[in-house]
């Protein structure tokens, strides 16, 4: 079974800096692709940075050049860099694991997310 948990958000002011990171139990992290999505109040989950297991990386429009989403599979741990925060960057983040091997879950996994908010 995989457990995501994600920690690193908090209240920030606009132009500020943070770094979410996402932890996975489990021996499949390594081999799985992991994304990093975010819902403000009354909208739908977004994607906001995703990576492959190979390191290929692809970002929404509205934080390319301003977030970077990196992997560390010694520590089975994904990260968010996210700077120049903008008070729209505010919301829920939760990060995603999704297996992409031969013989691997037929599902995808989810953290329980941690809240960003940047005040203007």
């Known amino acids: 079974q995989v457990q995501l948990v994600e920690s690193g958000g908090g209240l920030v002011q606009a132009g500020e800096s943070l770094r979410l990171s996402c932890v996975a139990s489990?021996?499949?992290?390594?081999?799985?692709?992991m994304g990093w999505y975010r819902q403000a109040p009354g909208n739908q989950r977004e994607l906001v940075a995703r990576?492959?297991?190979?390191?290929?990386?692809n970002y929404a429009d509205s934080v390319k050049g301003r977030f970077t989403i990196s992997r560390d599979n010694a520590k089975n741990t994904a990260y968010l860099q996210m700077n120049n925060l903008k008070p729209e960057d505010t919301g829920n983040y939760y990060c995603k694991l999704e297996p992409r091997f031969p013989g691997s879950p037929p599902r995808d996994y989810w953290g329980q997310g941690t809240q960003v908010t940047v005040s203007s």
């Open positions: 489990g021996s499949i992290f390594s081999v799985s692709d």
């Open positions: 990576i492959t297991r190979g390191g290929l990386t």
